[in-house]
């Protein structure tokens, strides 16, 4: 092991771009335990305090009982908190991902019916993140390079993390987990009453390629989606020009 170090790690990023996925496959490690809800404590606790301290020490006190070394917390919105959980934690270790925009919106439109949201979602957090994206304490996840190079990806994520790889995070299905229902099955429907035991089935499935799902947009809706974000797609690497 590089680094014995303890510090909690901090999954942020905008919805539908695998915050839950990176979460799910940390959360294997021997090492790291995941706080099993998301707490939104930067929120909450917008600077230290003593009850931001005591829920702190019962979430180590949680991952002790697990059996493990440190912590882990998942809350995609504090993307936009994130001077503030440095403040609480000057040595946190902050995982950000990002996902393709048009595939950010168009998870939004499949499972909420809202193009605009996704997009203006999308803008919103990324621009919030970006500001921090060469602060030594955040390491820049790409869903992308996730879901088709995992290995490699997690291997430059534990390095980040200070920790070695471990053979069972490369077969994280092989380990079934309950973070939105009891319910292991897939459901008849991904939206409504379904929703929490879709995503929950959905984790527990083999790693599969999500790129792409955009080009079922219509002519329109890429229309739209050029018009808003176009530009930053160009910046993150995600289009080489608008003509697509």
């Known amino acids: 092991m590089k680094d014995n170090d303890s510090a909690p790690i901090f999954v942020v990023g905008c919805g539908h771009s695998g915050t839950t996925l990176l979460a799910r496959l940390l959360g294997i ?17 917008p600077e230290p305090c003593a009850n931001a301290q005591k829920f702190f020490s019962q979430c180590a006190q949680f991952a002790t009982c697990c059996g493990k070394a440190r912590w882990l ?8 908190l994130i001077a503030r959980i440095l403040q609480h934690f000057p ?21 909420h019916g809202k193009l605009d949201g996704g997009i203006e979602t999308w803008i919103e ?7 921090f994206w060469k602060h030594p304490n955040v390491y820049l996840v790409r869903y992308e390079e996730l879901v088709t190079d995992l290995e490699k990806t997690l291997h430059g994520i534990l390095n980040f993390l200070g920790e070695e790889l471990e053979e069972d995070m490369l077969r994280h299905h092989e380990k ?62 995600y289009a080489r020009d608008l003509n697509w």
């Open 176 to 237: 079934p987990v309950y973070f939105f229902s009891s319910h292991l099955e897939k459901p008849p429907s991904l939206t409504g009453e379904h929703h929490p035991q879709y995503r929950n089935w959905q984790i527990n499935q083999p790693l599969f390629d999500g790129r792409g799902k955009w080009l079922r947009l219509t002519e329109e809706q890429k229309h739209k989606v050029k018009l808003r974000m176009g530009e930053m797609l160009i910046k993150y690497g």
């Open 29 to 45: 490690h021997s090492r790291i335990g995941i706080i099993p809800f998301e707490t939104n404590f930067a929120e909450i606790w």
């Open 91 to 111: 040595h946190g270790k902050i995982l950000l991902i990002i996902r393709d925009g048009r595939d950010v919106a168009y998870s939004y439109l499949e499972r």
């Open 73 to 80: 917390e998942k809350t995609p919105t504090q993307i936009l």
């Open 125 to 131: 957090k990324n621009l919030a993140g970006e500001a």
